[in-house]
Every structure is written in C-alpha cells, then in structure tokens.
C-alpha cells in the first residue's frame, strides 16, 4: 500500500471515528434532556412526579445517568453504521441517519425482559422510545454533518 493510499484509508477511518463519538456522547446527552423534560411535564400533571427546583439536577443527573448506560451502546450501534453509510457509502442524507438509529429499535423486542416487562410492550413507551431515537438521531446528525463530506 502506497502513503497516498494509506492516508486516505485513515482518513476515512477518522471521519468514522469522528461521528461515531458524536453519536455515542451527543446522543444519550439528548436523549436524558428529553427524558428530563418528560418527566417534568408529568410532574405537572400528576403532583407524585413533580419536580421541584431542589431535587431537579439530582433527577435529571440520574436521566443522564440511565441514558448513557442504556443509550451509549445503542448510539456506538447507530452512529457506527451511519457512519460507516456516510464515509463508504456516500450515504449521509437526513433519513439515513433516522433509519440507521430506528432499525435496531423492533430488535429490543426480541432480548428477554430485565425488569418490568412493560418497558418493552406499551405503546406509549414504545412512542417515547420512538421519540428519544429519532430527536437524539436528528441532533448527532446535524453536529456530524461536518464528517459527512470528503476529506479536503
């Protein structure tokens, strides 16, 4: 393999790496804000959930903390194979990006229940989890849009 060739193979791999990171940190950060605000929504209209001022950064702190340890691995799942669109494939149109994050959505369907087996079958949870991929999924591809072109 001749240097010319090399640098644009590591290239190409940089450019993978680059909007893969903005999907695995960008994404769960996204997704626990929209969590965060669902929740104090809820708190509005059903004073059990409320969120006052005094426990709101320990609320969100622990959406953050379910998002990045649910949301990290499918995010590094998505963002690798969008990415993986983009650089190979010249694929980094809006609707890629938005396929790329729902399609292994169904499969969470198919792993056994951890916990309550609701999360997985309620259409409203389904809708949320809807909503979380595809604003998250919009956002990353927004901030890689930068990736998505050739190298200079």
Not at 69 to 98: C, E, K, N, R
Request: proline share 7%; glycine share 8%.
């Amino acid at each position: 393999m001749n240097a010319p060739v090399a640098q644009v193979a590591s290239a190409r791999w940089l450019r993978v790496a680059k909007i893969v990171a903005v999907f695995v940190v960008v994404g769960p950060l996204v997704a626990s804000i929209g969590l965060f605000i669902g929740h104090v929504i809820e708190g509005a209209a059903n004073p059990r959930y409320a969120v006052s001022l005094a426990n709101a950064p320990l609320i969100w702190g622990s959406w953050l903390a379910i998002s990045f340890m649910a949301g990290a691995p499918y995010a590094l799942l998505t963002g690798g194979a969008f990415a993986l669109l983009v650089v190979f494939a010249g694929m980094s149109q809006f609707w890629v990006a938005i396929a790329a994050a729902l399609a292994p959505l169904p499969v969470i369907h198919l792993l056994p229940p951890v916990g309550d087996p609701i999360w997985r079958m309620d259409r409203f949870f389904v809708l949320i989890a809807i909503a979380v991929v595809v604003v998250s999924a919009s956002v990353c591809w927004y901030l890689s849009r930068r990736w998505h072109g050739q190298p200079q």
